[in-house]
């Protein structure tokens, strides 16, 4: 790392602490030449993810409108906000690990149902409807026995 102060090549780190609950390092230097201390920070720099909508249109994948519409379909459910935060961190971390930084709206919104159906039927049979646009009563019902039958097997 070059001085900030004389532009000497060559510093040394003498403190390094986690910031930002790991995501951020701050290290503490000292130029060989001058003598004069500074601060660094280090980060990730990731690309963001994208999420392709049904009608083509691309936007920046919103941690916060996915963990939104999942608390609409666990409201009044015993499940908790960490729960709930724990999937949608899981559902990013499953697309950072991906090659492809784009994602269909339906691949997220199925990735979603998946992880719903296993922590609270209830709240996933809530987002199901919502995600899926369910017309009636009838198919409502059809996933509800769809449901059943999975869980009868």
């Known amino acids: 790392m070059k001085c900030p102060f ?3 090549e ?3 780190v003498i403190d390094s602490r986690s910031q930002d609950e790991n995501a951020t390092i701050r290290r503490r230097r000292v130029c060989e030449s001058c003598g004069k201390r500074f601060t660094t920070y280090e980060r990730i720099d990731t690309i ?3 999420v392709i909508k049904n009608d083509g249109n691309r ?3 919103d941690k916060n409108k996915l963990l939104g519409g999942i608390m609409k379909s666990c409201n009044k459910r015993p499940v908790t ?6 999937l949608v961190d899981d559902i990013e971390n499953c697309i950072m690990v991906g090659l492809d930084k ?4 339906k691949v997220l919104g ?3 149902m998946d992880r719903l159906k296993e922590l609270d039927e209830v709240a996933y049979v809530r987002f199901a ?3 899926r646009q369910f017309k009636d009563i009838n198919t409502f019902m059809a996933e509800l026995a769809k449901l059943l039958n999975e869980k009868n097997s």
């Open 6 to 8: 004389c532009n000497y």
């Open 10 to 12: 060559d510093t040394k």
């Open 48 to 50: 963001p993810i994208t």
């Open 59 to 61: 936007e920046i994948f």
């Open 81 to 86: 906000v960490k729960q709930m935060e724990a």
């Open 102 to 105: 784009e994602i269909e709206s």
């Open 110 to 112: 199925n990735m979603v």
């Open 129 to 131: 409807s919502v995600y």
